[in-house]
């Protein structure tokens, strides 16, 4: 299986997931890596897919970060 099957089998990705920051951990070495749709690697033993939630972006916060 690669990460698209175990995420299929799970429900799917949530709405308010991210996506594109879909990260892969592997187990043994904990070096982690951005998981991308057209790469057909497959996940071993101890792996982890981690899914981050898209960050809402407000007017104010975007103010507060560029000016502030």
Same mark, same amino acid.
């Given at each position: =299986?690669?990460? +698209?099957? =175990?995420? &299929? #089998?799970? %429900? %799917? ?5 991210? @996506? ?5 951990? &592997?187990?043994?070495?904990? @070096?982690?890596?951005?998981?991308? &749709? %057209?790469?057909? =690697?497959?996940?071993?033993? %101890?792996?982890? +897919? ?10 104010? &916060?975007?103010? #507060?970060?560029?000016?502030?």
């Amino acid at each position: =299986y690669n990460f +698209i099957d =175990y995420i &299929k #089998t799970s %429900g %799917g990705f949530g709405w308010r997931a991210d @996506e594109d920051e879909t990260q892969i951990i &592997k187990g043994r070495t904990n @070096e982690a890596f951005l998981a991308s &749709k %057209g790469d057909d =690697y497959e996940l071993e033993p %101890g792996d982890a +897919i981690f899914v981050p939630e898209k960050t809402e972006a407000t007017f104010w &916060k975007t103010f #507060t970060e560029v000016f502030i």
